[in-house]
């Protein structure tokens, strides 16, 4: 069964940079699409971006276009979401999740069946 673990949030100021890593553990990780969420206390789960099996086609959230960057290494198990240019809104809790064996992102949350535990990221001076 894959299981996801996420981890590189932190404290940073605004204008500042992180990098976050989605680790799997399984081989499944790299026959998935993943993808990069985000949840602020009392807003629902919001999809920050989506990159394919692949790699060559990924999906961003308006908001994010042009400041954030999602990757991933196959021979790692591992997809990346680099993140620069953050702002306070920016803040929340970042989940990352597989839509199993499936080659292209997914519209809706429902469509990714495996989450890791999510990694804070909390952007202020």
């Known amino acids: 069964q894959l299981q996801l673990v996420e981890s590189g949030g932190g404290l940073v100021q605004p204008g500042g940079s992180l990098r976050l890593s989605c680790a799997g553990s399984t081989d499944t990780l790299r026959l998935s699409a993943i993808g990069w969420f985000r949840q602020a206390p009392g807003k629902e789960r919001e999809g920050v971006s989506c990159i394919d099996i692949g790699g060559q086609i990924t999906t961003y959230q308006d908001s994010v276009k042009g400041r954030f960057t999602i990757s991933r290494d196959n021979a790692k198990n591992t997809v990346y979401l680099q993140m620069n240019s953050l702002k306070p809104e920016d803040t929340a809790v970042y989940f990352c999740?597989?839509?199993?064996?499936?080659?292209?992102?997914?519209?809706?949350?429902?469509?990714?069946?495996?989450w890791g535990q999510g990694t804070q990221v909390t952007v202020s001076s």
């Open positions: 999740a597989a839509a199993i064996l499936q080659r292209s992102c997914k519209d809706y949350v429902g469509e990714y069946n495996a």
